[in-house]
């Protein structure tokens, strides 16, 4: 039996100089109406309409390398993380991603992913990228990767994420705001002995939240007791469902069992909502009410497939808005505008059920 085969039929490229002898006119004059080219040539209002139309009906499409050439640009930027996995499950990353990519929009840019893996070698990409196949790069990585002052040495603008990088503009959530948002909340309800359970990795921002909470709770006559140092890392992205059983390396561990009995810890203040959800669920588990024994404090939002079990008292970021603003910072900077060395976005209170 004979088998049908597909095939595309390739056509001549359109060029120009085919919508310049359609018309009747020189290329210059094509050239001037359909890539705004300067010249001395002047192009009367009709026939700049006779060569659109021309344009249009012969499927006139530009040479975009050609463009990038002549402008001595791409058109397209990068987003690298050197923190985090893109998964379909990473709701924080995905956020961000989704305001870059409606910033690129506005600014009709295209956009090229890189994110770390553990075999990658900073310098690699660092040479791969620093040859001019993208125009500015957006990065969330530790201060010792290399990217971006490797990226700047060579005139290629960088915006920085959420957590601040030296010499770099940032966009930032407000993160010392949060931290006292957090710890003012729980002072309101009454909590005077709290546990907070940090991050293991010293991003600036975790450390600047915390360093706001505990001096806001202390300042009121408050005591901030240290938890365990829990990282996402520990998180187990494959099941990334909030099916609690299966995020045991989250739970709370022997010292601060203790200190829940020995303490009188009232509540537990967490730098991140979904470890803030396994909290809530582990201590169910030991027939302890949230919030009614012990009160559960989030930051963000959790990272959830399924509905959560807990609807979680937090501090919502915009990541999203994170994005967007970095891709205007860096739109600006490619066409050579000053921007602010760091621009904050105020984090919101959100009331659920744990405290």
Not at 53 to 64: F, I
Request: charged share 25%.
């Amino acid at each position: 039996m004979r088998q049908e085969q597909s095939t595309i039929e390739r056509r001549p490229k359109v060029t120009m100089k085919d919508v310049a002898r359609k018309v009747g006119v020189n290329i210059a004059a094509v050239s001037v109406v359909l890539n705004g080219s300067k010249s001395g040539t002047k192009v009367s209002q009709a026939k700049r309409e006779q060569i659109l139309s021309a344009a249009e009906e012969l499927g006139y499409r530009p040479n975009v390398l050609a463009r990038s050439l002549r402008r001595q640009r791409t058109g397209m930027v990068g987003f690298y993380s050197g923190y985090d996995r893109l998964t379909t499950h990473n709701h924080y990353l995905a956020e961000i991603l989704a305001g870059v990519y409606e910033g690129c929009r506005e600014h009709k840019l295209d956009l090229l992913l890189h994110v770390w893996e553990t075999d990658a070698e900073p310098n690699e990409l660092l040479r791969n990228i620093a040859d001019g196949r993208v125009d500015g790069m957006i990065v969330h990585h530790p201060p010792d990767n290399p990217l971006a002052t490797g990226l700047m040495k060579v005139g290629i603008p960088v915006v920085a994420v959420t957590d601040r990088l030296d010499s770099v503009p940032c966009v930032l959530i407000d993160d010392e705001m949060g931290g006292k948002m957090q710890a003012d909340y729980l002072l309101g309800k009454g909590h005077r002995r709290v546990l907070y359970r940090g991050s293991a990795i010293p991003f600036s921002s975790t450390v600047e939240r915390y360093i706001a909470f505990k001096q806001q709770f202390e300042a009121e006559g408050g005591e901030v007791f240290d938890g365990y140092g829990v990282t996402t890392s520990d998180f187990p992205w494959e099941v990334a469902s909030l099916r609690p059983w299966e995020l045991k390396t989250l739970g709370l561990r022997d010292f601060e069992k203790r200190l829940l009995e020995q303490e009188g810890i009232t509540a537990i203040a967490v730098w991140d909502a979904t470890i803030a959800h396994y909290t809530a669920w582990e201590l169910s588990q030991a027939g302890i009410r949230v919030p009614e024994d012990i009160a559960i404090m989030g930051y963000d939002v959790a990272h959830t497939i399924l509905p959560p079990l807990f609807d979680i008292t937090t501090i919502r970021c915009d990541q999203r808005q994170i994005g967007k603003l970095a891709t205007e910072f860096l739109a600006s900077l490619i066409e050579g505008s000053a921007v602010p060395a760091e621009q904050k976005v105020r984090p919101e209170l959100v009331v659920g059920s744990t405290a």
